[in-house]
């Protein structure tokens, strides 16, 4: 296909043409990016070995030892504990504003969503450090831990599950209604049996996107999860996420620690990747 | 949208370490290095260059060793070490501009006063993890250690001659500010951080307090009397002859023209 068919001499063809520049430099910049973390990574990737990075059981990258495993472990667990809490209740609270609440409350309930969705995560994570690690801590010191970190992570991936279950429950066609009505179902039995399973992919959509959110997440885990490197093996344990790890010590790292924290980068792009390609083959598989 | 964070997350990331400034030119002076005395050195950079306009201060933190990586690699002027310049590092000028103390905190509610040597060893290597064991009230020690790569952490490694893989914390913090939020949320927690940091909080009211050791109470004035024992210096480095331009700079970071600033970030001055 010739470039000029492409982009027709049109009004249209012109916005097509500026829009394709602009998504190209996007993505451009995006795999820069991804080549500069690489080139970063290389000299630890070289020196150290992709199998050590897994196989070190400890990390003390000022005395040779760089094991991300028990990190990895920690970035996992967190989100997955943060996923398994939102996930409900997020997709109860879409389901709540669209089909149950009364209408003179259905607009501050999405003012609150969107304001908890805007809330800065140092904030979030300031909260978590002064009120709930301490009472945690009352139960089970240190209270810096695993569970504080799902916690308030969870509450901070909470309205992207609703929105985006919102979005998808909203685009269900009033027809697929209008037909489990006829078919003499109440609200609850076409909302379960009708409207949820048409929405499904997208509801999922919006939860693996929470998912990355939440793997992603540096601050709040920063500053409430303890950052002790080691296996996460109970809920009240301190752990380190990869995200946490870099910002902890990259201010002050060089050399082969520096190259080892880019690996450490690297590892959790790779992490994101795999759940955003999770989330399109999840939505594909419905057409198959 | 999460693409979008990552982006902006690693290009805020990749632009706050490809800042390689080019040094030498004769307007500008770079400084780079220890995060402690970072702001301290914005600080006096700004009044140097009320008193010299046209030229310019330029300061970027990064760690006490990055301070010595560059000005050897020419990529900054002046370099900030906020330790006692060690044995190989011979090969460049070190000028102490002032000094800072470490000081062991508890939350205010604990009641001990003072821990021995032994004990803060013994609790910082996980031998001793319930605060009855060391004379206090029943209840499980939070041990709160610093990231590696910090000079504090190094400082107080050397001082109780500790190796990284010797202690065994239960939170690790990044900076000062991060440490006095740990402890003063948790009654039984310990922590150290800088000593005007922390004798500033505990002034104004956060619930910490700062533990004497070996007998000399932890405050800015033993620090500055020398009787202190946790103190580190906080040195400009510089290759030998820098220059003229750097010798004033540097003369007047190390003079009484500029206590005023080193009091406010809670240092102690040292005068040449």
Redesign the interface.
Known sequence: MRISSLFPRTRDGHIAFGLGAVSCLASGILLLILVFVFGEAWPALRTIGVLRFLSDTAWYPTDNAFGLAPMLAASFALAAGALILAAPVGVAAAIFRLYYAPAWLKTPYRGLVLLLAGTPSVVLGLWGLMVLVPLIARLEPPGASLIAGILVLALMIVPTVAITAEAALESVPRSCWAAANALGLGREAALLNVVLPAAREGVAGGILLAGARALGETMVVLMITGNIVRMPDGLFAPVRALTSNIALEMAYATGDHRASLFVSGLALTLLVFLLSFAARTGRRMRYV | ???R???G???A??M??GIAAGAHADDRIVVTGS?TIAPLMAEIGKRFEKLHPGLRVDVQ???S??GV?DVRAGLSDIGMVSRAMSDDERDLVAYEIARDGIAIILHRDNPLTELSRRQIVGIYTGRVTDWSEVGGKP??I?VVNK?????TLELFLAYFRL???DIV??????DNQ?GI??VS??P??IGYVSIGTAEFEASAGTPVKLLGLEGVPASVANVKNGTYPLSRPLNLVTRPAGGERLERFIGFARSAEVDDIVADQFFVPSHP
């Open positions: 949208m999460f693409s964070r990552a982006l997350f690693l290009l990331l990749s706050g370490l995060s933190s990064g760690g060793t990055r990586t209840g499980r939070t990231a590696e790569g910090r000079s190796g990284v893989r914390a239960h939170v690790v913090i990044g991060q939020k740990t949320a948790n039984g927690a």
